[in-house]
């Protein structure tokens, strides 16, 4: 048993999860510049980043961070608005289909590089903003010690369940589980995920045999997913209520994250009952940890949603 730290902020941001939208495990090569480029003082916490360019540099995007948004357009332009004040704000509304104002400020820019569907983006600052109206910005940002029970043999266990390994041949539904994951491969599904290098992983289901890379990844802390143009991380109280489902080969994850299941070794079906008997397991594990959902029902309604 070991103790994580959550708050609501980051379990909403984790749930509107996008390419290139991160939370918790931003890459370290834009973390470590995020302060600079965005203005962000050392007393702030960078909760989540939405990377705006096309090559994943970080120059460009908006940040969340436990006192407000930060963010750096395109043309060198920084802003910020404060949580206390993003509470007020009656109408998020978004012009020339890239621009989204605040009332009638103009703030951030969505566009350019970034493939984020700025109605999503729209959808996540309405339901924080509900969210700051229902309770306070104390609430959104506070955080929680929770005990987890999720360990290692647990997951290791379930995964085992749905292994077909032979030592002598390659395995042949693709899932690798703890010592079966070669040592040479284990690094390159490190750096490919972008992984600290300490990273437990427990399992790793590879989806796309002549990359051997793309895949899935079974964590300590959470789950991966990882392919060209899809770069997904949940931990595993968020993922325990997370919607999952197939559509033909491909799995649908949390909001309309397509994930190709074609050239997986492994069946879409039994892939998809792997994830929901360890999503059932993380439920059993956090059923005592309130989320969002349970704390507030948020409205994904298109709530004071304009486009010009």
Same mark, same amino acid.
């Given at each position: 048993?070991?103790?994580?730290?959550?708050?609501? @902020?980051?379990?909403? /941001?984790?749930?509107?999860?996008?390419?290139?939208?991160?939370?918790? !495990?931003?890459?370290?090569?834009? =973390?470590?510049?995020?302060?600079?480029?965005?203005?962000?003082?050392?007393?702030?916490?960078?909760?989540?980043? *939405?990377?705006?360019?096309?090559?994943?540099?970080?120059?460009?995007?908006?940040c969340f961070t436990d006192k407000?948004?930060?963010?750096?357009? @395109?043309?060198?332009? =920084?802003?910020?608005?404060?949580?206390?004040?993003?509470?007020?704000?009656?109408?998020?509304?978004?012009?020339?289909?890239?621009?989204?104002?605040?009332?009638?400020?103009?703030?951030? &820019?969505?566009?350019?590089?970034?493939t984020y569907p700025i109605s @999503?983006?729209?959808?996540? &600052?309405?339901?924080?903003?509900?969210?700051?109206?229902? %309770?306070? $910005?104390? #609430? +959104?940002?506070?955080?929680?010690?929770?005990?987890?029970?999720?360990? $290692?043999?647990?997951?290791?266990?379930?995964?085992?369940?749905?292994?077909? %390994?032979?030592?002598?041949?390659?395995?042949?539904?693709? =899932?690798?589980?703890?010592?079966?994951?070669?040592?040479?491969?284990?690094?390159?599904?490190?750096? $490919?995920?972008? #992984?600290?290098?300490?990273?437990?992983?427990?399992?790793? @289901? /590879?989806?796309?045999? *002549?990359?051997k890379t793309d895949g899935i990844?079974?964590?300590?802390?959470?789950?991966?997913?990882? !392919?060209?143009?899809?770069? +997904?991380?949940?931990?595993?109280?968020?993922?325990?209520?997370?919607? =999952?489902?197939?559509?033909?080969?491909? +799995?649908?994850?949390?909001?309309?994250?397509?994930?190709?299941?074609?050239?997986?070794?492994?069946?879409?079906?039994?892939? *998809?009952?792997?994830?929901?008997?360890?999503?059932?397991?993380?439920?059993?594990?956090?059923?005592?940890?309130?989320?969002?959902?349970? *704390?507030?029902?948020?409205?994904?309604?298109?709530?004071? $949603?304009?486009?010009?």
């Amino acid at each position: 048993m070991h103790d994580i730290k959550f708050n609501y @902020l980051t379990d909403l /941001c984790s749930r509107y999860q996008q390419d290139k939208f991160f939370i918790e !495990e931003i890459p370290l090569s834009v =973390l470590s510049k995020l302060n600079k480029r965005f203005n962000i003082s050392s007393e702030e916490e960078v909760i989540a980043f *939405l990377d705006c360019t096309i090559f994943g540099s970080g120059k460009v995007g908006v940040c969340f961070t436990d006192k407000g948004l930060r963010w750096n357009n @395109l043309s060198g332009e =920084l802003g910020n608005i404060e949580w206390t004040e993003f509470g007020k704000v009656n109408q998020i509304t978004v012009q020339n289909n890239i621009e989204v104002h605040f009332d009638n400020r103009k703030a951030c &820019l969505i566009g350019g590089g970034n493939t984020y569907p700025i109605s @999503l983006f729209i959808e996540l &600052l309405t339901s924080i903003r509900d969210f700051l109206n229902e %309770y306070s $910005y104390e #609430l +959104l940002v506070k955080p929680h010690n929770v005990s987890s029970s999720v360990t $290692y043999n647990d997951l290791m266990n379930i995964s085992t369940l749905f292994e077909k %390994y032979e030592e002598a041949f390659e395995p042949n539904n693709g =899932l690798l589980v703890d010592q079966h994951i070669p040592s040479d491969l284990k690094k390159k599904i490190i750096k $490919y995920f972008n #992984l600290q290098a300490n990273k437990e992983i427990v399992a790793f @289901l /590879c989806t796309f045999p *002549l990359k051997k890379t793309d895949g899935i990844i079974i964590g300590e802390d959470g789950i991966y997913f990882r !392919e060209t143009f899809v770069s +997904l991380y949940y931990p595993w109280y968020v993922f325990r209520t997370l919607p =999952l489902y197939l559509s033909e080969d491909e +799995l649908i994850i949390g909001k309309d994250n397509i994930f190709h299941l074609t050239h997986a070794k492994m069946e879409g079906t039994e892939i *998809l009952l792997f994830l929901k008997k360890i999503q059932e397991y993380a439920n059993s594990v956090y059923k005592s940890v309130p989320t969002v959902i349970d *704390l507030y029902s948020v409205n994904t309604k298109t709530k004071n $949603y304009v486009i010009y």
